[in-house]
């Protein structure tokens, strides 16, 4: 897997989550909830993608789950058939959801996420500016 296959998504509201594009060219557009995106006609739509749509208690298995159905899901010239999108989208895992989403929604790779998770420094070896290390 590449690492930055899976990117980063924000709506704006300042939640972030992880997703895989499947189809990078602007054609697609969301129907409503439970219903597969449809291919525009034209490259005025948004993105293909599948993201992560679980509790805060899963998130660990996001970047395992999206990366393997990367590596399954069809070419993004096979999902324009709509009986193999709504065969794939049928197939997705627990906790996947098949979505458009324009481009600027895409912020970038999931391992750069804005807050992600980083690892702390031991308290002994912190020292805040300007104060001395007491002994």
Partial sequence: MIPDEIQTGNYGIGAFFPLVVLDAAPHWQNQGPG??????????????????CAPESAAAQAPSTLARVAATAP??????????????????P????????????VIGPWSQRPGRPRAATPPSHVQPAGLARVA
Wanted: net charge positive; with cysteine; charged share 20%.
């Fill in 35 to 52: 219903v597969p995106p449809l291919r525009c006609a034209e490259d005025t739509g948004q993105l293909l993608a599948v993201r992560w």
């Fill in 75 to 92: 070419p993004a010239q096979a999902l324009r058939d709509t009986e193999r999108l709504a065969a794939f989208r049928a197939a997705l």
């Fill in 94 to 105: 627990q906790h996947l959801n098949l979505i458009a989403l324009t481009t600027s929604s």
